[in-house]
């Protein structure tokens, strides 16, 4: 472990409380296959699940979060013929910024059970955009969230929520003047959405500037993936064609990090990805579990390792 990057960074300061409160969608999956239990309630109240407050450079001092007035954002519809279906999907700007913008854009991918709606914890795509640490705001860019499904962001049969992504989403995006060459895209997800964002960057590493991930839902076989959830992948061949970490190797030229809490019960699981992983990848692995409150913490530290490779 001594070879990986680590940065800890940031926390909202979120409670036990609020940690089952906003855990949200994206532990529903695991809730209804068992794989949060009540061990996890345990978990919270025992302060396994709490999320640490951590410098955020030499000085020593804790982040400050805050929030700029946040700019414009819209939500609309599209039908997707790669994914069969109508989806939504919601366009947020940063301050200063309107429509019609020509900006680098953040691809920000949903958890299981999510949608565009619900991509962020604790937060909106327009908020996410205003973002402010220690009162110096993010490099300006957009981001865009779509509905991507329950199946994990790879291809299924009649539907194919990362072909929607590249050959749909980001063309509209490009369209209205974002993520254009020689402006650039970058990915992020929290866990099914973390797990999609490092897969859309491995199989499309010429459209990926950056690629963040929280909690990244990684299975190591196709067995423990269809125990977990015998929706996520179409077929063993579906997921070996789709493991993160086999295809790791195709992250070399591209910024990565990867954040997960040590009681999360997908955290075997990074810790191969992170063995994978080129020897540059930022891992943040640090107490903490599948839960809101490590999500929500890991979103600024995450948006701004992006904002400054977009802007570099």
């Not at 194919?160 to 402006?183: F, H, K, Q, S, Y």
């Not at 080129?278 to 903490?288: C, F, Q, R, S």
Request: hydrophobic fraction near 45%; charge should be positive.
């Amino acid at each position: 472990m001594t070879r990986w990057t680590r940065r800890r960074v940031l926390t909202l300061g979120l409670g036990s409380a609020a940690a089952l409160a906003a855990g949200g969608v994206t532990g529903l999956e695991l809730i209804s296959r068992g794989l949060l239990p009540g061990k996890t309630v345990l978990d919270i109240l025992d302060g396994t699940c709490s999320v640490p407050g951590a410098p955020a450079a030499a000085g020593g001092q804790t982040s400050a979060v805050t929030f700029a007035s946040p700019g414009p954002s819209a939500s609309r519809t599209f039908y997707s013929a790669a994914r069969r279906r109508m989806v939504g999907y919601t366009i947020a700007y940063p301050p200063g910024h309107h429509a019609g913008a020509e900006l680098p854009l953040v691809i920000m991918l949903h958890g299981y059970g999510g949608n565009h709606a619900d991509a962020l914890v604790g937060m909106s795509p327009a908020q996410a955009m205003a973002l402010q640490v220690d009162s110096r705001p993010l490099a300006p860019m957009a981001m865009v969230t779509v509905d991507g499904g329950n199946g994990y962001w790879n291809p299924h049969p009649g539907d194919d929520p990362m072909a929607m992504v590249t050959g749909e989403l980001i063309p509209l995006c490009r369209r209205l003047g974002l993520g254009c060459p020689p402006r650039r895209i970058a990915m992020m997800g929290i866990s099914m959405g973390g797990y999609g964002a490092l897969l859309l960057a491995e199989k499309h590493p010429h459209l990926v500037a950056a690629v963040a991930a929280i909690s990244p839902a990684i299975w190591t076989s196709y067995a423990q993936a269809r125990t977990a959830n015998q929706g996520a992948y179409a077929s063993a061949a579906a997921f070996a064609a789709n493991d993160a970490v086999t295809h790791a190797p195709a992250l070399a030229r591209i910024p990565v990090r990867v954040a997960s809490g040590y009681a999360d019960p997908f955290y075997p699981g990074v810790q191969a990805l992170a063995r994978a992983l080129p020897a540059a990848a930022v891992i943040d692995l640090t107490k903490g579990c599948h839960t809101g409150a490590f999500f929500a913490a890991q979103q600024p530290p995450s948006l701004a390792f992006l904002a400054r490779h977009l802007a570099s």
